[in-house]
């Protein structure tokens, strides 16, 4: 099979794998996978970009703060998987509690907290959590 040449860099969603970041899970870690979700997707971008200019700031919004609940809810170690998908990206963070998320009211008294889960909610096409004695696994997919 032959293909033609493309006379530029660009990358096909083909060629670029799903990616898998592990995290010790200090605070510093929220940061970390930022930047890992932001390297994903300016590659991901140089072959596709996304139909609407705030899904990039979207998913970055998402992955912190997955990771942000990872690090305050479920001491330890996580990881987080990228991966692009025929319509959106899929984000994995897996922590180490079995403890299914919960929408908690917001309480500006208390130093604010409380959306974040309502956030994932209202930014993500769907959300699941996968839950078992190791710990869970929170599913989102997010348009692109």
């Known amino acids: ?10 990358l096909t969603s083909e060629e670029i ?8 899970g200090e605070p510093h870690d929220v940061t970390g996978a930022r930047l890992a979700a932001e390297e994903f997707l300016r590659d991901l971008s140089r072959s ?4 609407a200019p705030e899904y990039w700031d979207d998913i970055l919004l ?9 690090v305050q ?17 899929h ?10 998320p919960a929408p908690r009211p917001f309480d500006p008294r208390s130093g604010g907290g409380g959306i974040g ?4 909610h209202t930014l993500c ?12 696994d929170v599913h989102v997919f997010l348009p692109w």
Request: aromatic residues 6%; negative net charge.
């Open 1 to 10: 099979m032959s293909t033609e040449p493309r006379g530029d860099d660009a």
């Open 17 to 24: 794998p799903s990616r898998t970041n592990s995290f010790v």
């Open 48 to 51: 596709s970009p996304p139909s």
């Open 62 to 70: 998402v992955v912190t703060e997955l990771a942000a609940n990872a």
């Open 73 to 89: 809810y479920a001491p330890g170690p996580f990881a987080l998987r990228m991966r692009r998908t025929f319509d959106g990206v």
């Open 91 to 100: 984000v994995v963070l897996h922590d180490t509690s079995s403890t299914e």
């Open 117 to 120: 889960w309502h956030l994932i």
């Open 125 to 136: 096409d769907q959300v699941s959590v996968v839950s078992d004695e190791r710990g869970k």
